[in-house]
């Protein structure tokens, strides 16, 4: 399997970028991860020759397809500057594989994706961080959120509960 971890990319900045919980995986050759020099990418992203254009035409193309597969989402515009399709340019055009993110999913939808999450608040960054008590916007995010992790999650989360909670034994 080959990971894509996008945690130096513009966007992890407020989500505190690489987790050091991590290092451990990335520290085995038996695990390839890619992570991106960000000053690398941006000499791509303003390249003005062949691969320069070919990041910005990438770039439109993902912007337009997020805004297109998501145009009833009343926060899609706040959540696609926030993931920063330069970036999610860069990682399609650069990276063919399974993005891993941790604490916040800031994924374009684009690819399959592994989600590690810390606590419950910060998942819904930008929409919400830690400590703010309450959720605004909750039926939008919900929405949303719901479209990113689906049925799967939702019935492993409700069958670890039943069985944690349950008094009863095998």
Request: net charge positive; glycine share 4%; charged share 20%.
């Amino acid at each position: 399997m080959k990971l894509l971890c996008p945690w130096n990319l513009p966007s992890y900045v407020p989500a505190n970028g690489f987790h050091p919980i991590y290092a451990a995986l990335f520290d085995k050759e038996s695990l390839p991860a890619v992570c991106f020099d960000l000053l690398k990418a941006e000499q791509l992203l303003n390249d003005p020759g062949k691969p320069g254009k070919a990041v910005r035409c990438e770039c439109e193309k993902i912007t337009k397809r997020f805004r297109n597969r998501h145009k009833s989402w009343a926060l899609a515009e706040q959540f696609l500057h926030v993931i920063n399709p330069s970036s999610q340019a860069l990682t399609s055009i650069c990276f063919h594989g399974t993005e891993f993110h941790h604490t916040v999913p800031y994924t374009a939808l684009e690819r399959p994706f592994i989600f590690h999450a810390e606590s419950f608040m910060p998942t819904f960054m930008p929409f919400a961080f830690q400590g703010i008590g309450c959720l605004p916007h909750a039926d939008e995010i919900r929405n949303w959120y719901g479209k990113i992790f689906s049925s799967p999650l939702v019935h492993t989360l409700k069958a670890t509960m039943i069985f944690t909670v349950s008094p009863k034994r095998c």
